[in-house]
């Protein structure tokens, strides 16, 4: 799966801009976590007039850092910005969603869905859109039963009860990515410390092979734990 790690705090997102966010994030190179996309393709691609106010919410989020500098060349020197997507706890979300034949707000409801999910699943326990709402701070209940709803009629979720329990489960293992644990991602799971990034890393690093850029990290501690 050619997927991004999307950070949790999308949740201080509408479901449009988290989206976007997406988007930006597809733009950044997989290891560097840095693009050089310009504004205006940024808006265009959005719909936009302008990015800039965008850009600011990602940053006031904690999504992102912007960085810029003036290069030389030919005719002058030109301004640059370099965007870098902060990871913290985070989630995998296929480049394939980008082409899914759904509106960009239902993408990213899907995304702040799957940021709800138990590790290692595409199960969420919040059901009801007033128990979504208290994650999702910039959706109003009434657009999180909409957006529900829609995706259900499409087929990207679907209810379930097991053991009692009712659950939302995201249907595309293919978009949503799920990984099988091993032992130290068990570890992670049952324990209640919420691990950082580098902490992962550590735990999860097969000693002697230093380069692990492309391994598999874990789903990250939910608010479902």
Avoid at 114 to 138: F, G, H, Q, V
Avoid at 175 to 192: H, T
């Amino acid at each position: 799966m050619n997927f991004r790690r999307i950070n949790q705090n999308v949740n201080r997102l509408s479901a449009i801009d988290t989206y976007r966010y997406f988007y930006l994030a597809v733009k950044a190179n997989w290891i560097t976590l840095e693009t050089h996309i310009k504004q205006s393709t940024l808006a265009e691609a959005w719909n936009l007039k302008k990015s800039s106010a965008v850009i600011k919410r990602f940053k006031d989020a904690d999504l992102l850092t912007k960085d810029k500098e003036y290069i030389g060349g030919q005719y002058g020197t030109f301004p640059r910005n370099t965007y870098h997507i902060i990871i913290g706890k985070w989630v995998g979300i296929s480049v394939a969603l980008l082409d899914e034949p759904i509106s960009d707000e239902l993408k990213g409801f899907l995304i702040l869905l799957k940021s709800l999910c138990i590790n290692y699943t595409n199960r969420c326990l919040y059901t009801a859109p007033d128990e979504l709402a208290d994650w999702m701070i910039k959706l109003k209940t009434e657009d999180i039963e909409r957006l529900l709803n829609e995706a259900e009629q499409t087929g990207y979720i679907k209810g379930e009860i097991e053991k009692d329990k009712r659950f939302i489960t995201l249907t595309r293992n293919d978009l949503f990515a799920v990984w099988e644990e091993n032992e130290g991602q068990k570890l992670y799971r049952l324990y209640p410390h919420p691990f950082t990034q580098e902490e992962c890393d550590d735990m999860l690093q097969p000693r002697g092979t230093p380069d692990y850029e492309n391994r598999p990290y874990p789903n990250n501690k939910s608010r479902t734990q």
